[in-house]
């Protein structure tokens, strides 16, 4: 039997089988197992969205077992003892063809991270200096810390990953080039890092105020000097949305303001950034879609918006918004951020390049292999699904893998990825009678006080301590063992 939480999992973690080595004092076995489907565990750990806990039957008695918080005490213990672990040795190069990976994001570092394991040569190609593509370049500091995305991402590099940083694929340096060096295969990852336009009266202006919030949080990111307004509006529900409105806050702004065209519901953010949000003083409109942005002397001095209601469900499965006639009204602001989405920036395909696209601008590839319409090129993550969640990607990078391994083996079965049962950890104390169904409550992540969040850019959420991790592992209801 696969237990919920593993089955719910993208990437398939074992998930009782790590929380099971917490339980048991066994915290270098406990990463190991998470390595095993997934290397960014620290990540992971931090801002996975976690649909493990959604289907944890813990939840049916009192409260899900803190899955994501009990991977981030796994992995923060690794980096905590790693000088007193054996060295991580390169997994060994067992096959003779090569494989090139465009891009050192999630979905192309695990995509490389499996193909080495699997024994292939593997070097990821990387436009910049640094890897991570958004999780070191824009998710703020409070959420993400970049030393942690470096921590992952080192120890990728441990196992003989390679990466070549500053060596941008584009019309100088094409997939052709690529293939010429004896690459036999390529897996692009290239992501989505193209702000999307809002689409309004205005936009084009060159207002000085207005910012796309990708762009925004990059450069805040990157260490530049960002002039924030006193008073900002944010256009947007998700999560850049959320994470620029909280940056304007540390920057200075005294009044954030976001407005959404559809309702909570609708709102793809979790309820943790969400509460953080409001308890730090974000104040969220819902049902308000702005329709012009206004200037004075070519500075921004707000928005013109209408109340929205919702009517039925449109292509992405939520309710479509509509304008409420006669319901407009002005909202005055110094600093309009503009966060709608993200799209994949196609423009490193050199003109003429033969790799088909959708209409939605992102690459066409087999449903099922991954490839693309180029022999020998497949493609993942958010450059084919669009902007998508972390652990997604990384789902998308080992499902990568697997499909070059069978492509290079002339294997044209499926490709799948199964979550078979695996081995079976027992209960600390070594039976099934040790699993308690009685009402437990969940041990409470420790956060910065809210009154300190505004001040610095200081990880928000906190590592539980050892004691609690353990005491909250054994929370687990050990599904598995059915």
Not at 46 to 56: A, F, L, T, Y
Not at 131 to 138: F, I, K, N, Y
Not at 222 to 246: P, T
Request: hydrophobic content about 40%.
């Amino acid at each position: 039997m696969i237990a919920p939480c593993p089955n719910t999992c993208p990437t398939g973690i074992n998930v009782p089988k790590y929380v099971a080595h917490i339980a048991a004092g066994e915290y270098n076995e406990s990463i190991a197992t998470i390595r095993d489907r997934n290397p960014f565990a620290a990540i992971c750990g931090r801002i996975c969205h976690h649909p493990c806990e959604g289907k944890c039957r813990r939840g049916e008695l009192d409260a899900p077992v803190a899955i994501r918080s009990l991977k981030r005490f796994a992995s923060d213990w690794y980096f905590e003892h790693k000088a007193e672990l054996p060295d991580q040795k390169p997994f060994p190069i067992t096959k003779d063809q090569k494989v090139a990976v465009v891009g050192a994001g999630p979905a192309g570092l695990t995509c490389a991270y499996f193909l080495t394991q699997m024994g292939y040569k593997t070097t990821v190609f990387e436009a910049i200096a640094e890897g991570g593509g958004m999780l070191s370049e824009a998710i703020p500091d409070f959420r993400l810390p970049r030393e942690v995305v470096l921590q992952d991402i080192d120890y990728i590099k441990s196992c003989g990953v390679e990466i070549k940083y500053n060596t941008p694929v584009n019309a100088d340096f094409t997939l052709d080039d690529i293939k010429k060096q004896g690459f036999t295969a390529i897996f692009i990852a290239a992501g989505a890092q193209k702000s999307l336009p809002i689409g309004i009266t205005g936009e084009s202006d060159g207002l000085e105020g207005f910012h796309y919030g990708l762009t925004f949080l990059q450069d805040v990111k990157a260490g530049k000097k960002v002039k924030v307004g006193d008073k900002v509006a944010v256009i947007g529900g998700g999560n850049v949305a959320l994470d620029a409105a909280r940056t304007a806050l540390r920057l200075g702004a005294k009044d954030v303001e976001i407005f959404y065209r559809r309702s909570r519901e609708e709102m793809p953010v979790s309820d943790i950034e969400y509460d953080e949000a409001l308890d730090e003083g974000v104040k969220i409109n819902f049902l308000v879609s702005p329709t012009l942005l206004t200037g004075d002397n070519k500075k921004v001095t707000g928005l013109k918006c209408i109340r929205m209601q919702l009517g039925e469900m449109d292509e992405s499965g939520r309710r479509k918004p509509l304008a409420i006639q006669g319901s407009d009204f002005s909202v005055a602001a110094d600093m309009v951020i503009a966060a709608v989405g993200q799209a994949p920036d196609l423009a490193f395909l050199p003109t003429g390049s033969t790799l088909e696209r959708t209409s939605k601008e992102t690459l066409a590839v087999d449903a099922n292999t991954l490839l693309t319409s180029m022999s020998g090129v497949f493609a993942g993550g958010d450059l084919v699904t669009g902007p998508d969640m972390v652990v997604n990607a990384i789902a998308a990078g080992r499902r990568g893998a697997l499909a070059i391994d069978k492509y290079l083996r002339a294997d044209s079965s499926r490709v799948e990825m199964y979550n078979l049962k695996d081995e079976v950890i027992l209960p600390a104390a070594g039976g099934e009678e040790e699993i308690t169904v009685e009402a437990q409550p969940r041990i409470e992540v420790p956060t910065l006080p809210t009154g300190e969040r505004k001040q610095s850019f200081k990880e928000i959420e906190l590592a539980l301590p050892e004691k609690e991790a353990v005491l909250e592992a054994k929370r687990c209801l050990r599904c598995d063992l059915g």
